[in-house]
């Protein structure tokens, strides 16, 4: 019996009832509390069309992942619509902290080839502030409450300037109110997506634009596109197929991430290691974010390293026999799929709509991540490392063309943002 269990079994009631109550008061209030806004408009007599992008946080060291995404389809649709006419730009940070950091919008910009000043990137510090709108004027908004509170300054800017409200574009990259628990915070994420209209989600995966629809959530305009594999990642494809595999089994690991499953992971990997000796000579390696080794039993260990370059982790996968990558969500994630295009015999789990054994030959989609059923899975991924891993390339990851919506979202926006 662990020290908690102990304590919740023999404290006095009064001393429980203190317990809770200090705990209550110390408790970070609900995440609706701290992230709703009542911003207040200001009308901005400038003719010119604006498309503005509504991020929140941007801490420093998140530039990848859907930050990365998001910034770069903004940044593309900014030069798509300046080369239709003239077009101005800007960037709301939103939930400003200590360790905000623009540097991250301004390089990821650049690196898609548009440049932006730091006037064009503005802090919004309080959640009644009052921010100036312009009468043809998009916003573009990253998650469920900066499309809830933008999606009230859209409307204040309809009546502002007596005219139908425009679209917002949302970038949508996960299904948001799963990330918590049911609560006024998960109904509120869920109202963002049916309370926002007229509404346009730019959708990352066609698992996510199915689980959207079959949960009841629908838009007025949908893009929606797949991942596709990582510039930096791309030239060593040609590599696979020589690339001369250690015995590794090579695991996403993020302790701290949910979704992420890290004990189920840990489970699936001790009863893999237990009750299947004869991989007993496999290391096994976890990249993600870094962690304290963790025991899998007769002395061996998950070692740790972090988050590698994307060239060090491009030797890693090459390297690697057998992975697992496992994600509690209707998106795909982009590990499993980087996995099997290296030649790694990969597991993962499905989810609703998601079975991305129909993605790539080279992954086994799970019903359950179990402990019994995943190690049984991994075991089956190792002793098929025998023999070289299928070689093949699903064309859809593989395009040279990141974001095959642009030119209609592109035109879509163009008409929106002088309409009125």
């Known amino acids: 019996m662990n020290a908690r269990n102990f304590l919740k079994q023999n404290l006095p009631p009064q001393v429980k009832g203190l317990v809770h109550r200090l705990r209550a008061r110390i408790a970070a209030p609900p995440i609706d509390e701290a992230v709703l806004a009542e911003f207040a408009i200001a009308p901005d007599p400038d003719p010119t069309p604006r498309l503005t992008m509504v991020i929140p946080l941007l801490q420093k060291g998140a530039d990848f992942g859907g930050t990365a995404t998001g910034i770069d389809i903004f940044a ?32 990821r910009c650049a690196k898609a080839g548009l440049a932006l000043t730091a006037g064009q990137i503005e802090r919004v510090k309080s959640p009644r502030a009052t921010i100036a709108v312009r009468r043809h004027e998009i916003f573009m908004t990253y998650n469920w409450w900066t499309t809830l509170n933008f999606a009230a300054l859209r409307d204040a800017q309809a009546k502002a300037f007596g005219r139908p409200p425009r679209p917002m574009i949302w970038l949508m990259q996960d299904y948001e109110p799963a990330f918590m628990e049911f609560s006024s915070g998960h109904m509120l994420a869920r109202a963002a997506y049916d309370t926002s209209a007229p ?45 001369q595999r250690k015995q590794r089994v090579l695991v996403y690991g993020r302790p701290h991430v949910a979704r992420n499953c ?11 290691a237990r009750d299947y000796p004869e991989f007993g000579n496999w290391e096994v390696v976890s990249a993600g974010t870094a962690h304290d080794p963790v025991a899998l039993g007769d ?37 499993p799929l980087e996995m099997a295009h290296f030649g790694v015999r990969t ?15 080279n ?58």
């Open 76 to 107: 593309r649709l900014c030069l798509a619509l300046m080369a239709r006419g003239a077009l101005d730009v800007r960037v709301i940070i939103t939930d400003v902290i200590a360790e905000t950091d623009p540097s991250i919008v301004t390089n």
């Open 199 to 243: 509404l346009w989600g730019v959708i990352n995966s066609s698992n996510l634009a199915e689980y959207l629809a079959a949960v009841g959530h629908a838009f007025d305009r949908s893009f929606v596109f797949e991942p596709v594999i990582s510039d930096a990642l791309r030239p060593y494809l040609n590599r696979v197929p020589t690339s």
């Open 262 to 272: 890290f004990p189920a992971l840990v489970r699936g990997l001790r009863r893999w």
């Open 299 to 335: 002395g061996r260990q998950l070692r740790s390293v972090g988050k590698l370059s994307l060239d060090d982790y491009a030797q890693m996968l090459l390297e690697s026999s057998a992975g697992v990558s496992l994600m509690a969500s209707p998106h795909p994630s982009y590990p």
């Open 347 to 361: 597991v993962t789990n499905g989810y609703v709509c998601k079975d991305l054994s129909r993605f790539h030959p």
């Open 363 to 420: 992954i086994t989609s799970l019903t359950s991540i179990a402990e019994v059923p995943l190690a049984a899975a991994l075991a089956e991924a190792c002793r098929k490392a025998a023999t070289p891993a299928p070689v093949f390339g699903n064309a859809e990851y593989l395009r040279e063309t990141a974001y095959p919506f642009m030119d209609d979202l592109c035109a879509a926006t163009a008409s929106a943002l002088v309409e009125g």
